[in-house]
């Protein structure tokens, strides 16, 4: 059975930076895409980042480009988001997903991790 969990989450002033981790176990992990998602209050879950098994394509929601980087360590199973320059409208709860490919991470993923809040307050 696949799980996924995130850490690195918490309360961050704006301009601040975290860098969120998920951990995933029940899977060959180097053969899985994986992917960030998150809901904020009130609205409905978005995709923010993919990436490629391989590592070698990546994918973001628009918003967080050039703030957020998605990475991988297929030795470690580990999937990392490192967010800079964090807005308050950055506030949501991480989930960490897998997929079978770049685009279905993003679309329709397969396995999900239970979240990890992040605060960013004003």
């Known amino acids: 059975q696949v799980q996924l969990v995130e850490s690195g989450g918490g309360l961050v002033q704006a301009g601040g930076s975290l860098k969120l981790s998920c951990a995933a176990s029940?899977?060959?992990?180097?053969?899985?895409?994986m992917g960030w998602f998150r809901q904020a209050p009130g609205k409905e879950r978005e995709f923010v980042a993919a990436?490629?098994?391989?590592?070698?394509?990546?994918y973001y929601k628009e918003s967080v480009k050039g703030r957020f980087t998605i990475s991988r360590d297929n030795a470690k199973k580990t999937v990392y988001l490192q967010m800079d320059s964090l807005k308050p409208e950055d506030t949501a709860v991480y989930y960490c997903?897998?997929?079978?490919?770049?685009?279905?991470?993003?679309?329709?993923?397969?396995?999900w991790g239970q979240g990890t809040q992040v605060t960013v307050s004003s």
């Open positions: 990436i490629r098994w391989s590592g070698d394509s990546t």
């Open positions: 029940g899977l060959t992990f180097g053969l899985w895409a």
């Open positions: 997903a897998a997929g079978g490919t770049l685009a279905q991470v993003r679309d329709t993923p397969s396995s």
